[in-house]
């Protein structure tokens, strides 16, 4: 079936690094979403990237979607405590199966 | 509206009780989804609802494992004989068709 990978498993940067996680699908997908899920909190949507080679950015945050939707990352830009969590990617399959395949996340830890 | 709601937000249970968790989507979402996640890790998918489709089950790791949707809204986990590998956080997610999914704040469950 249907998997996406996520790497890496675990980043710790200092703050002001910057940081990159990929998500890379077996399958391609219809579109991509990434998630944040901070520390005891819940995943909270970020963003959603449909178009084979679309970039997107949010602030510090760039996400891009591979020319042949089957990746995607996730940069962000001079890191601050702000940004700990765990990222997860999660691909959309379309066709009859309407459930987002997550990545098992990146988790980012930042030292101050 | 509000958010995403699941009750109750902790629950202890003995080892081979049965349990129910519910799940409060937002009004007028169309799909709602059960997650599984384990202390540190990502998010297994259990099971999804989208309309008056036959939900997805593909997920659910045993017949101890079920769910239903009343109405088209409120939806019912229930884990039968439970047994101490399914302490987890149990998430709830709603959407409208496709789109970002809603989390709610999840149900911590610890089987002893």
């Known amino acids: 079936g249907q998997q996406v990978m996520q790497i890496p498993q675990y980043q710790h940067v200092q703050e002001g690094e910057d940081f990159t996680t990929y998500c890379n699908s077996s399958?391609?997908?219809?579109?991509i979403q990434w998630y944040k899920q901070r520390p005891g909190g819940h995943p909270v949507f970020l963003i959603q990237?449909?178009?084979?080679?679309e970039v997107k950015k949010q602030k510090r945050l760039t996400f891009q979607f591979g020319e042949a939707k089957k990746n995607s990352s996730l940069h962000i830009t001079a890191t601050q405590t702000t940004d700990v969590g765990t990222y997860f990617c999660?691909?959309?399959?379309?066709?009859?199966?309407?459930?987002?395949?997550f990545g098992k996340g990146t988790k980012l830890s930042v030292k101050p | 509206g509000a958010g995403v709601s699941q009750s109750p937000s902790n629950k202890v249970t003995e080892k081979g009780k049965d349990v129910e968790l519910r799940c409060d989507p937002i009004?007028?979402?169309?799909?709602l989804y059960w997650y599984r996640q384990s202390l540190g890790q990502g998010l297994e998918f259990l099971i999804y609802?989208?309309?008056?489709?036959?939900?997805?089950k593909s997920g659910l790791p045993s017949d101890r494992f079920s769910a239903e949707r009343t109405g088209g809204s409120v939806s019912t986990l229930t884990i039968q004989r439970t047994q101490q590998e399914d302490s987890a956080v149990y998430l709830c997610?709603?959407?409208?068709?496709?789109?970002?999914?809603?989390f709610g704040p999840g149900t911590r469950l610890t089987v002893t």
């Open positions: 609802f989208q309309g008056n489709s036959a939900p997805d």
């Open positions: 997610a709603s959407s409208f068709l496709f789109e970002k999914q809603y």
């Open positions: 999660a691909g959309a399959g379309g066709g009859s199966q309407g459930n987002l395949i």
């Open positions: 009004s007028g979402h169309t799909a």
């Open positions: 399958t391609t997908l219809s579109n």
């Open positions: 990237l449909v178009k084979s080679g």
